[in-house]
């Protein structure tokens, strides 16, 4: 339970909703009308606001712009059959993004701002949830450090904001995935499970070659030996082989311990597949590739939600799959949809109500 915030409201005075075309939401590009800011200043949380979506004006010395303390969270708020809005998993976010905020030496956001924060503003813009397949609001927690200094040491000021934006889907089509294995995201003893701003733009090079050449994201390998699988582009991974599902496990640090992920976990077991946690080396994929064992891969995450991978390049080869025939991930992803949308009972209490 969270207690009852004081957070200071100021209306915006004309709704921009109806300029938005709901047959045509691409992933992240419109802003509800209102967002949520706190500042941290001296030490403590300010007064929480909720005030009108605007731009915010910041100093050119301001320390994130320069250093790179920039945390954020993605996460989805649904409307259910009554048209109640949800939110699917929040208080998961809420504790990785401390975890995020306490490697990139930043203040831990109390969870009354966080979750009652967000809970109100949804409740506010609840209007602009789509209520059609593949569509959401997507929910923008995010924090970076203000201090005006170009000295290199932490900040003692930081911002937190969330903005909400009515999205559809990110990948709207099963995906040809570049296995990566020059470049690297994360190595033992760094950022990769932190939801750190830099992961994101450190990503973007090769992410960029792999597009030249026609893929739609990269397969990341481990740093240290380019062995093992990690994520692929904003998503983590899984590999169906023989009856057993598999994704990389989280012990090094490397990467991101996914909602959608752990969602995804327990609706593989409910679906009677073994689920392996554990290093998975592109030998072993490509061999049950050629033993035709490899039966299906696909990633997931907030933003993906789940999609399918109909190729993976590596090597000099293209392992190729018929998406069409699989049985596993695309029922998972309807069976989510269908608890996201309130469809069938939410058994795990995955959904937590608006207000
Ligand atoms: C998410 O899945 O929510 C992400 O943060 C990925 C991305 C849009 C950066």
Same mark, same amino acid.
């Given at each position: 339970?969270?207690?009852?915030?004081?957070?200071?409201?100021?209306?915006?005075?004309?709704?921009?909703?109806?300029?938005?075309?709901?047959?045509?939401?691409?992933?992240?590009?419109?802003?509800?009308?209102? =967002?949520?800011?706190? !500042?941290? #200043?001296? &030490?403590?949380?300010?007064?929480?606001?909720? @005030?009108?979506?605007?731009? *915010? %004006?910041?100093?050119?010395?301001?320390?994130?712009?320069?250093?790179?303390?920039?945390?954020?969270?993605?996460?989805?708020?649904?409307?259910?059959?009554?048209?109640?809005?949800?939110?699917?998993?929040?208080?998961?976010?809420?504790?990785?993004?401390?975890?995020?905020?306490?490697?990139?030496?930043?203040?831990?956001?109390?969870?009354?701002?966080?979750?009652?924060?967000?809970?109100?503003?949804?409740?506010?813009?609840?209007?602009?949830?789509?209520?059609?397949?593949?569509?959401?609001?997507?929910?923008?927690?995010? =924090?970076?450090?203000? !201090?005006? #200094?170009? &000295?290199?040491?932490?900040?003692?000021?930081? @911002?937190?904001?969330?903005? *909400? %934006?009515?999205?559809?889907?990110?990948?709207?089509?099963?995906?040809?995935?570049?296995?990566?294995?020059?470049?690297?995201?994360?190595?033992?003893?760094?950022?990769?499970?932190?939801?750190?701003?830099?992961?994101?733009?450190?990503?973007?090079?090769?992410?960029?070659?792999?597009?030249?050449?026609?893929?739609?994201?990269?397969?990341?390998?481990?740093?240290?030996?380019?062995?093992?699988?990690?994520?692929?582009?904003?998503?983590?991974?899984?590999?169906?082989?023989?009856?057993?599902?598999?994704?990389?496990?989280?012990?090094?640090?490397?990467?991101?311990?996914?909602?959608?992920?752990?969602?995804?976990?327990?609706?593989?077991?409910?679906?009677?597949?073994?689920?392996?946690?554990?290093?998975?080396?592109?030998?072993?994929?490509?061999?049950?590739?050629?033993?035709?064992?490899?039966?299906?891969?696909?990633?997931?995450?907030?933003?993906?939600?789940?999609?399918?991978?109909?190729?993976?390049?590596?090597?000099?080869?293209?392992?190729?799959?018929?998406?069409?025939?699989?049985?596993?991930?695309?029922?998972?992803?309807?069976?989510?949809?269908?608890?996201?949308?309130?469809?069938?009972?939410?058994?795990?209490?995955?959904?937590?109500?608006?207000?």
């Amino acid at each position: 339970m969270t207690a009852a915030l004081d957070i200071l409201l100021t209306r915006s005075l004309h709704s921009r909703l109806s300029d938005l075309d709901l047959d045509n939401i691409p992933f992240g590009k419109h802003y509800t009308d209102h =967002m949520l800011e706190v !500042d941290f #200043l001296d &030490g403590q949380w300010r007064q929480p606001v909720i @005030k009108p979506y605007q731009h *915010l %004006s910041l100093a050119p010395s301001m320390a994130a712009l320069h250093y790179g303390q920039a945390i954020f969270e993605g996460i989805k708020a649904y409307v259910d059959a009554d048209g109640n809005p949800r939110i699917f998993r929040p208080l998961d976010n809420f504790y990785r993004f401390n975890i995020s905020a306490e490697r990139m030496q930043m203040p831990v956001v109390p969870e009354d701002i966080f979750m009652e924060g967000m809970k109100q503003l949804v409740s506010l813009d609840r209007a602009w949830i789509p209520n059609k397949k593949d569509h959401s609001l997507y929910i923008r927690p995010f =924090m970076f450090s203000t !201090d005006e #200094l170009i &000295g290199v040491r932490p900040s003692d000021n930081y @911002k937190f904001l969330i903005i *909400l %934006s009515p999205s559809g889907p990110y990948y709207s089509a099963p995906m040809r995935i570049h296995v990566e294995e020059q470049y690297i995201r994360a190595a033992p003893g760094g950022v990769g499970y932190a939801k750190a701003a830099g992961n994101y733009g450190a990503a973007m090079y090769a992410t960029a070659q792999a597009r030249k050449h026609g893929y739609d994201q990269v397969l990341w390998m481990d740093g240290l030996e380019r062995k093992y699988v990690q994520e692929c582009g904003t998503m983590n991974v899984f590999f169906i082989i023989g009856d057993t599902a598999i994704t990389p496990s989280l012990e090094q640090g490397t990467i991101l311990n996914g909602v959608t992920r752990q969602s995804v976990i327990t609706l593989l077991q409910e679906a009677h597949l073994r689920v392996e946690e554990r290093p998975l080396s592109l030998d072993e994929i490509v061999e049950a590739y050629d033993q035709g064992t490899l039966k299906e891969v696909f990633g997931t995450g907030t933003a993906a939600t789940i999609s399918l991978i109909k190729e993976l390049a590596c090597r000099e080869r293209e392992l190729t799959f018929e998406v069409e025939k699989w049985q596993y991930a695309p029922a998972i992803k309807q069976k989510l949809m269908d608890i996201r949308a309130g469809r069938i009972p939410d058994l795990h209490g995955w959904m937590m109500p608006v207000g």
